[in-house]
């Protein structure tokens, strides 16, 4: 094989050769073949009385001179002439017989993109090579590869029909695939880690050999799970949970097997025996349990310990179980018999982990006073004592050979330590607070760590360099294991699920666009096409709305940023931070027009006036300024406040402004005059968010005690009092129309109310941490929100219907299933779920799409369509629960 670049260039030339074709011919040409089920392709569009047909398709409706036909027509078989030659000449090229998402095509793959990305013509012509996969064996691969540079180039596939489409040996990783029809389509050997799968009609699809990050939720402990461990055959998964159960779970369905009772206090620890006929368990209730696995029986009780049991750990050759207690001791216990061998003091705290060496001679322990110590199994005495991390050693891990020790540590940091010298080789650094558990992989290759963070972070051992961060749990992780031969890794978290990860699939080799931290406020520009972000990494982003793209990056502000606000004519965004400073920039060119000085302290938000002349701004430093927005000069200082001012909005009709404060009042000023109109106090916590409904006769606003609230303007009398968010609201936004308001909160939803009734429409889910800002498009149709968890979600939020398949298709099928009739106007109605994703992790997503028989499989054979389910997909044949969905 000929060296990628060179192949490249080939490459770049062959489809030069068709970058004056109109795609319009592209999707005459696939409607036709699918429309009279093609197979001959290429002899059916040379065929001079289907060409003819072709034309007028594409001319339908337009007067034309007969000299005026035949130059069309002398045109398109010109087009198809190309079109055919050029495909031609693919068939024989490494594009159609090499995996280009690979590694080894990286360097040329981009050229490439950037060669073609905006070349509207060659973009058509990939697009049709997808849909020719339905057609032809011989282009499955070349369609593959169109389908993986259509995903890279971002080009909006939404709503497409990819009928029978065959897809192989390829990356779609993070592809949007929303409300798309993919029924009948095949994929084999596809990486589909983070794809959009949302409103998506999946009927009769065979899709085998699937790699994708996430495989599993399991659900089914009512409570936090502590601890998670596979068999060593790898085919059951026990987890110790706070509700003091036991559960075995089957790997490859995610079903229960069983659930074993006895403790009578949360379960910390579960470790499996290495020949997989014992399961031991430690609790807070001061015992350890040691179960028969056949039989799901007690074996032994190990009571009257007198702390509580935070590890268990069984030695290589299953003979003995150590134990890491609260009463800041270690025990060595004796399987066979369940009596205790020994007992290793030392530790002068809590023992929060044990772990033997691969050959059984040392035991490792690590304790609340920062130290891990090292101890000779045979002689009951300590080695060596380790010292290093700044607070409680939380985990600990030998690496299979048996050199490294991993330990995690409520000091945010991992260390790995040379066994031999106790000397530290690397810290670890990531996580932004406690490291819970950390696990080697089998080959040792790759560290695994779980945190308070919400995040499981894969590292590599050689480098200490990260390898991927996997986003899923919404809360904070304990547990994370490996599958005995490598392929799964396990996480168990507070949120009360266990979570099945595919760690081969190699997800972050793709680049995916986003912030680098928390985002805290987003803003769509007036056409809503553009949707600017800005928060923690400093910077503010301007993002395609239809793509999801990327379009600038503004750099200036030294500080966090919390607002952003278009002016109206969508010419100007201002912004304001932490650097105390508001920055009015270019929107067009993304140029810093003017910096607006004289708050002494974080600039908290920012609202130009309906007009644009003027821009108000709000501090910590309690006070309220108005700003000429077109020479940046201070108007007025509006004083009044005793606290930060958290949120400042003008009304639709120029004449007030609204201010919320952290002194727990709303004030109403003059815009004209500057002067204070009103104080609206009598409220116990903070006010956070404020909103004019587009009339300017009510006002929204969040507070820090969960709820939302209406205010009726000119009397000032609350209107009605939302209540249904379990935290914090920070953010709450009208629709254009007034009739719904949004709101985001420290519980991680967004809740969209019906400002009528004052009655909840909707619960959007999908963000792992703190929502801090959403917005509606002028139009209505779309929220979008930011979060703590570094992402943006643009959310479709109409009530209309939305499905672009066949009403008739859609009744036939559910009369052929089980899911009754009056289901039907669900499945078409319902909307309400993440359009776009930008985050620099993808996530697997699929509400609402319907699925109905086919084949869903990853590469170790376990069926997806569990998965498929979890994440909100109707399967037919499988009643649903109106009040659950």
Known sequence: MKDPREKNEDLEGIFDEVKEVDEKLYCQINEMLIKENIQDWMRFISDDENQRHLEENIQQGKNSTKEERQQRQGTLRKNIRQIINVIQKIKDHDFNKQDYSGVVYFEPRQNLIKRIKYQKEIIGFLKFLVHLTAQDDNLIQCGSNSLNLLNLLKVDLKNSNFEKIRIQNTSLVGANFVRCNLS?????????????????????????????????KLDGHTHSIQSVCFSSDGKTLASGSFDKSI??????????????????????????????????????????????????KIKANLDNLSGPVYSVCFSPDGTTLASGCGDSSIRLWNVKTGQQKAKLNGHR?????????????????????????????????????????????????????????????RDYSIRLWDVKTRQQKAMLVGHSTYVNQVSFSPDGTTLASGSGDHSIRLWNVKTGQQKAKLDGHSENIWSVCFSPDGTILASGSYDKFIRLWDVKTEQQQVNQDGHTNHVLSVCFSPDSTTLASGGHDQCIRLWDVKTGQQQMKLDGHSGVIYSLCYSHDGATLASSSDDTSIRLWDAKTGQQKAKLTGHSNSVLSVCFSPDGTTLASSSNDTSIRLWDAKTGQQK?????????????????????????????????????????????EGYRRFVLSLCFSPDSTTLAYGCDDQSVRLKDVKTGYQICKLDGHSGSVQSVCFSPDGTTLASGSFDQSIRLWDVKTGLQKAKLDGHSAFVYSVCFSSDGTTLASGSYDNSIRLWDVRTEQQVQFSEKNIKDLLLKSNIPLFQEKLLLSITNYTIILISQQAVFQAKSALISEGEFINQFGIDLKTLFKQKGSYILGIQYDLKQK
């Open 636 to 680: 007025a200082k509006l004083t009044g406040h005793s606290n930060s001012v958290k949120s400042v909005c003008f009304s639709p009709d120029g004449t007030t402004l609204a201010s919320g404060s952290n002194d727990k009042s709303i004030r109403l000023w003059d815009v004209k005059t500057g002067q204070q109109k009103a104080k609206l």
């Open 349 to 409: 705290e809590n023992v929060w982990s044990v772990c033997f060496s691969p050959d059984g001679t040392t035991l490792a322990s690590g304790c609340g006073d920062s130290s891990i110590r090292l101890w000779n199994v045979k002689a009951g005495q300590q080695k060596a004592k380790v010292n290093g991390h700044t607070d409680h050693v939380l985990s600990l891990c030998f690496s299979p050979d048996g050199t490294t020790l991993a330990s995690g540590s």
């Open 247 to 296: 559960r075995l779970w089957d790997v490859k369905t995610g079903q229960l097997k069983a659930k074993l009772d006895g403790h009578t206090h949360s379960v910390n620890s579960v470790c499996y025996s290495p020949d997989g006929t014992t399961l031991a368990s430690g609790s807070n209730d001061k015992s350890i349990r040691l179960w028969d696995v056949k039989t799901r």
């Open 184 to 216: 009948g389509s095949q994929f084999d050997n596809v990486n589909i880690s983070g794809i959009n799968l949302n409103g998506a009609l999946l009927l009769n699809c065979k899709w085998i050999n699937l790699k994708i990050h996430e495989l599993n």
